[in-house]
């Protein structure tokens, strides 16, 4: 991001249509949406939307830690060496977008985040400035169908609607494939833009069974790239989803489908797009993660940006990865409908000659909303609107989820399946995905919901081993915690409640986790047996009641929340991480 | 190509019953290699199968493995090579109570590309083998097994 520009433009005043007249109460800083085209093609990139059509608050994480080489390098900076890396003005409008610092207070005066009316508003914008759809594409990386009460309800279908009024040209998925696969391909079908995987194939099992593919020579099961022209220019779009879907989420809903990497298959992709397409540019829509995709940038040539997802980062400045066959730029662009990305590229005689690149935070309470998508919002929520609006209790703690260890939703999680379960201890899945509530909020089931809706949303209360515990825990954290990317499996650390551990980031697999206790300060024995509760088991279904019904049912007794003790794990050897803040 | 790949894949299944199959097993060939097999040190397999165990790395042995493993009860492995004079293709797994998983003997002017599937009992590096023109080439590759769950 050219810094400077965006300041001075900071503090401009008065620019583009789109603003509500009525914001400027709230503060004295507007953020610019007026952004001229640079060039002759605008991508415009959304990813991990996580089904909020409404604005919400969403805090960015103060633990994202980087290890190896990944230490200090973007997306594993938070807080205050954020600011400095990314030369953000302490206390500016920027500073609360991409980071936790004086969250509650900053929320209060600049308002919610997202929403896909507001989105709608500045995508046309957006796409004006630049010529209109014949010179823009709308990307989305995906996670777009799930995350929400009513996509979770609809099944996607809602988010689908959404998506084909926001005017989405092009998306890739991970969350999308936990529903079943005639599911995923019925919205597929709905869908108006081309949904695009080149790294996912059927089994050869299913290839042999005649299964639904793309194409049944190569074994894709969806399109794995497609050329767009733009301005007389051909832009070819790759297609990336999750890597680890059915591994990080139950492959029992996509039995037929098979995922990785695939570099190899990437490389050879972008060679034969090179000879057979000759586009001016190359673009990887992607859902690995932003540590995959650096490093994919650097194992594969001829790609000239990798637009990702997936890590939720918001990350303002790109990142330039040289290879063997030149350069390719990876962004991020964050979650929850904060962020849109918007990628100019000056193309010419078939090569890239430059680009810009900006990523806009979302304020809602700075945008007009779009009639027609307000609209249709309204009615995808009219049916279900008295069980969204209950209130459960009141917060005085700020809830949030987002970052390495426990969140306060997290903790919030974890004490209610103990108490509604009867267990000593209880574990969460590390999502990133869950909006966030102010203290003095009420709670709604929709805000329990934004937390916890998943397809297999099933509680279990059962005996393991002490030495089983630590097992889970090594496991997950080497997921976490890798030092090469690739063998990183996706999510953040599995929640705990009732216990407290050391971690080590630094150690190797195994030797992660010590020192495990009960909330009592006593030892977790290895050979001994512990009640312990849970949800989200992507092996087979657990027996017990859906996770919201157990949070609900928690709250409504407790009527008012206060988050007084977390269990994230003592943490040792990252003293002197700038992706900790404690 | 006018036929489909389902249709030639059923066309094969079909054709296998009636025709020997194009790589035959070690077994048809020797004595059953139990000394190798039952080798619990991928040390002692080499040596078992090989009488050496002098590997050489090599980026000429394309190893496709998977680096999580979606299901470590059936991951699909294939090695190819474009070297020349490839007697046979092997492939160990470190951590695996016996290591020697496959090995498959390639005949004169038969293209060196072999896929299956293995298991994997943990966590372990996957190591293929291929004897060309009496010497040894190896690749290998880390492969997850994890319990999953808690992805983003």
């Known amino acids: ?582 | 190509m006018a036929i489909s790949r389902r249709k030639f894949l059923n066309m094969l299944t079909i054709g296998s019953a009636a025709c020997l199959t194009l790589l035959t097993p070690i077994s048809a060939f020797a004595a059953w290699a139990s000394d190798a097999f039952n080798a619990t040190k991928p040390e002692d397999a080499y040596k078992n199968l090989f009488g050496s165990s002098d590997l050489a790395q090599s980026d000429e042995v394309k190893l496709k493995v998977p680096k999580i493993a979606e299901n470590g009860g059936a991951v699909p492995v294939s090695v190819k090579t474009s070297m020349k004079n490839v007697e046979s293709i092997s492939i160990f797994v470190k951590d695996n109570p016996q290591p020697l998983t496959a090995t498959f003997q390639i005949p004169a002017g038969t293209i060196p590309d072999i896929s299956t599937r293995i298991r994997l009992a943990q966590t372990s590096t996957v190591t293929a083998v291929i004897k060309a023109g009496g010497k040894l080439y190896s690749k290998s590759q880390e492969v997850k097994v994890t319990i999953g769950g808690c992805g983003g």
């Open chain 1, 1 to 582: 991001m050219n810094r400077r520009e965006f300041n001075r433009l900071l503090s401009a005043g008065a620019i583009a249509g789109i603003l509500p007249k009525s914001s400027f109460a709230f503060s004295s800083i507007k953020p610019n949406y007026d952004l001229p085209q640079k060039g002759n093609a605008r991508l415009l990139h959304i990813t991990d939307c996580h089904a909020q059509l409404n604005p919400i608050y969403f805090r960015e994480p103060n633990v994202n830690i980087g290890l190896n080489q990944a230490f200090g390098r973007t997306p594993h900076v938070v807080g205050e060496a954020f600011l400095k890396k990314n030369n953000v003005t302490q206390s500016s409008i920027e500073a609360h977008a991409f980071t936790y610092l004086n969250f509650n207070s900053a929320a209060k005066e600049y308002g919610k985040i997202g929403g896909f009316a507001h989105l709608s508003t500045l995508i046309k914008s957006l796409r004006s400035s630049a010529g209109g759809t014949e010179n823009t594409l709308l990307l989305d990386g995906g996670d777009t169908w799930q995350g929400s009460a009513t996509a979770y309800w609809s099944r996607g279908k809602d988010m689908v609607q959404a998506a084909n009024l926001l005017g989405v040209d092009v998306m890739t998925g991970h969350w999308e494939f936990t529903y079943q696969d005639e599911e995923v391909f019925s919205n597929v079908d709905d869908f108006n833009g081309e949904f695009l995987a080149q790294n996912i194939k059927l089994t050869e099992d299913a290839l042999f069974e005649g299964k639904r593919s793309h194409d049944e020579d190569t074994g894709h099961v969806f399109k794995p790239y497609t050329i767009k022209e733009l301005n007389g220019h051909r832009i070819a779009i790759i297609g990336q989803a999750f890597p680890y879907t059915p591994v990080a989420n139950p492959k029992r809903f996509i039995p037929d489908w098979t995922f990785g990497i695939q570099n190899q298959d990437l490389q050879e992709l972008v060679n034969a797009i090179k000879d057979e397409e000759r586009p001016d540019a190359i673009i990887v829509l992607s859902h690995n993660g932003m540590d995959v995709d650096l490093k994919l940038a650097a194992v594969v040539t001829g790609i000239d940006f990798i637009l990702g997802g997936h890590t939720h980062d918001g990350v303002p400045i790109p990142v330039v990865v040289k290879n063997s066959g030149g350069q390719t730029v990876v962004t991020n662009a964050g979650s929850n409908g904060k962020f849109v990305g918007v990628l100019d590229l000056n193309l010419d005689n078939g090569q890239l000659k430059g680009y810009e690149y900006k990523l806009l935070p979302v304020f809602s309470n700075f945008i007009e909303h779009d009639a027609e998508m307000t609209a249709l919002i309204a009615e995808i929520r009219k049916p279900h609107l008295d069980t969204l609006t209950e209130e459960l209790a009141v917060t005085e703690s700020l809830l949030y989820r987002r970052g390495n260890f426990n969140g306060t939703f997290d903790q919030l999680i974890c004490d209610a399946l103990r108490h509604e379960l009867n267990a000593e201890i209880s574990l969460s899945p590390g999502f990133r995905w869950g909006t966030t509530v102010l203290p003095g909020q009420a709670i709604t089931f929709e805000h329990v919901m934004d937390q916890t809706c998943i397809t297999y949303p099933e509680t279990y209360a059962r005996d393991m081993l002490g030495n089983e515990i630590k097992a889970i825990l090594e496991d997950v954290a080497d997921n976490l915690f890798h030092p090469d990317p690739f063998y990183q499996q996706g999510g953040d650390m599995v929640r705990v409640g009732g216990m407290n551990y050391i971690c080590d980031p630094t150690a190797s697999f195994g030797n992660r986790i010590s020192r495990m206790t009960l909330d009592n300060g006593k030892t977790i024995d290895a050979n001994k047996y512990y009640k312990v509760a849970g949800w989200a088991t992507v092996g087979s279904k657990a027996p017990g009641k859906p996770i919201w019904e157990v949070v609900s049912s928690y709250l409504r007794n407790q009527k008012v929340v206060n988050i007084t003790k977390i269990n994230s794990p003592e943490l040792r050897n990252v003293k002197n991480n700038p992706g900790i803040v404690l």
